[in-house]
């Protein structure tokens, strides 16, 4: 079974979905045969490298909210994320475009580390403050993670992976994705949003259904009723 992620590494609501979907997959029967990759949507392509202002600015602009109230919208979504294992300070993150973000993020599934990328990536930005567009800064988190330091700072020189970005993004119009995290499954279920656990797990389950039914065989000789040790209502 398959798995893809569309999510930006400054969505929040991203991050909290990839602890809940990781608990849907723990509790999955059949984790072991899922394959699961994450797949670039940026929520602002045209960001500079680092905006000005702080999160509590942007939110207030983005919906006409007070400053105040957009802190308060921020403390409330620490205290939830919290509950999926993050630790969240809006105060410290630094806004910038995610382009090259998720042109790491390429490497890194190409060198089969994109999951532990991801995680420190959004810890990078959420809990440490790391400028998230910051090309020197994206090769020290990513070797943290696992990829080769050289290897990523000559991906992030040049424009390889720029259009498997573009197409992550062609695909995620296609499906319709207008906001992130969006799950698809199998490429025949969407799931939108950071759901919880058991909802994420509940199709899961009906997915593997539907791929994989159950096929009844009849020992040969065997139409007595009740002859097989079951019997017919």
Known sequence: MKVEIWSD?????????????????????HRDQVEVSYHSFELDPGAPPEQEGDLNDHLAAKYGMTRAEAEAKHRQMTAMAAEDGWDFHFDRARRGNTFDAHRLLHLAAERGVQDAVKERLFRGYFTEGEPIADPATLVRLGAEAGLDADEAREVLASDRYAEAVRADERQAQAYGITAVPFFVVDRKYGVAGAQPPEALLQVLDTAWAEAHPLQVLTPAGGDEACADGSCSV
Request: charge should be positive; hydrophobic fraction near 50%; charged fraction near 30%.
């Open 9 to 29: 590494v400054v969505c929040p609501w991203c991050a909290v979905g990839k602890h809940r979907f990781e608990k849907a997959l723990a509790r999955f029967d």
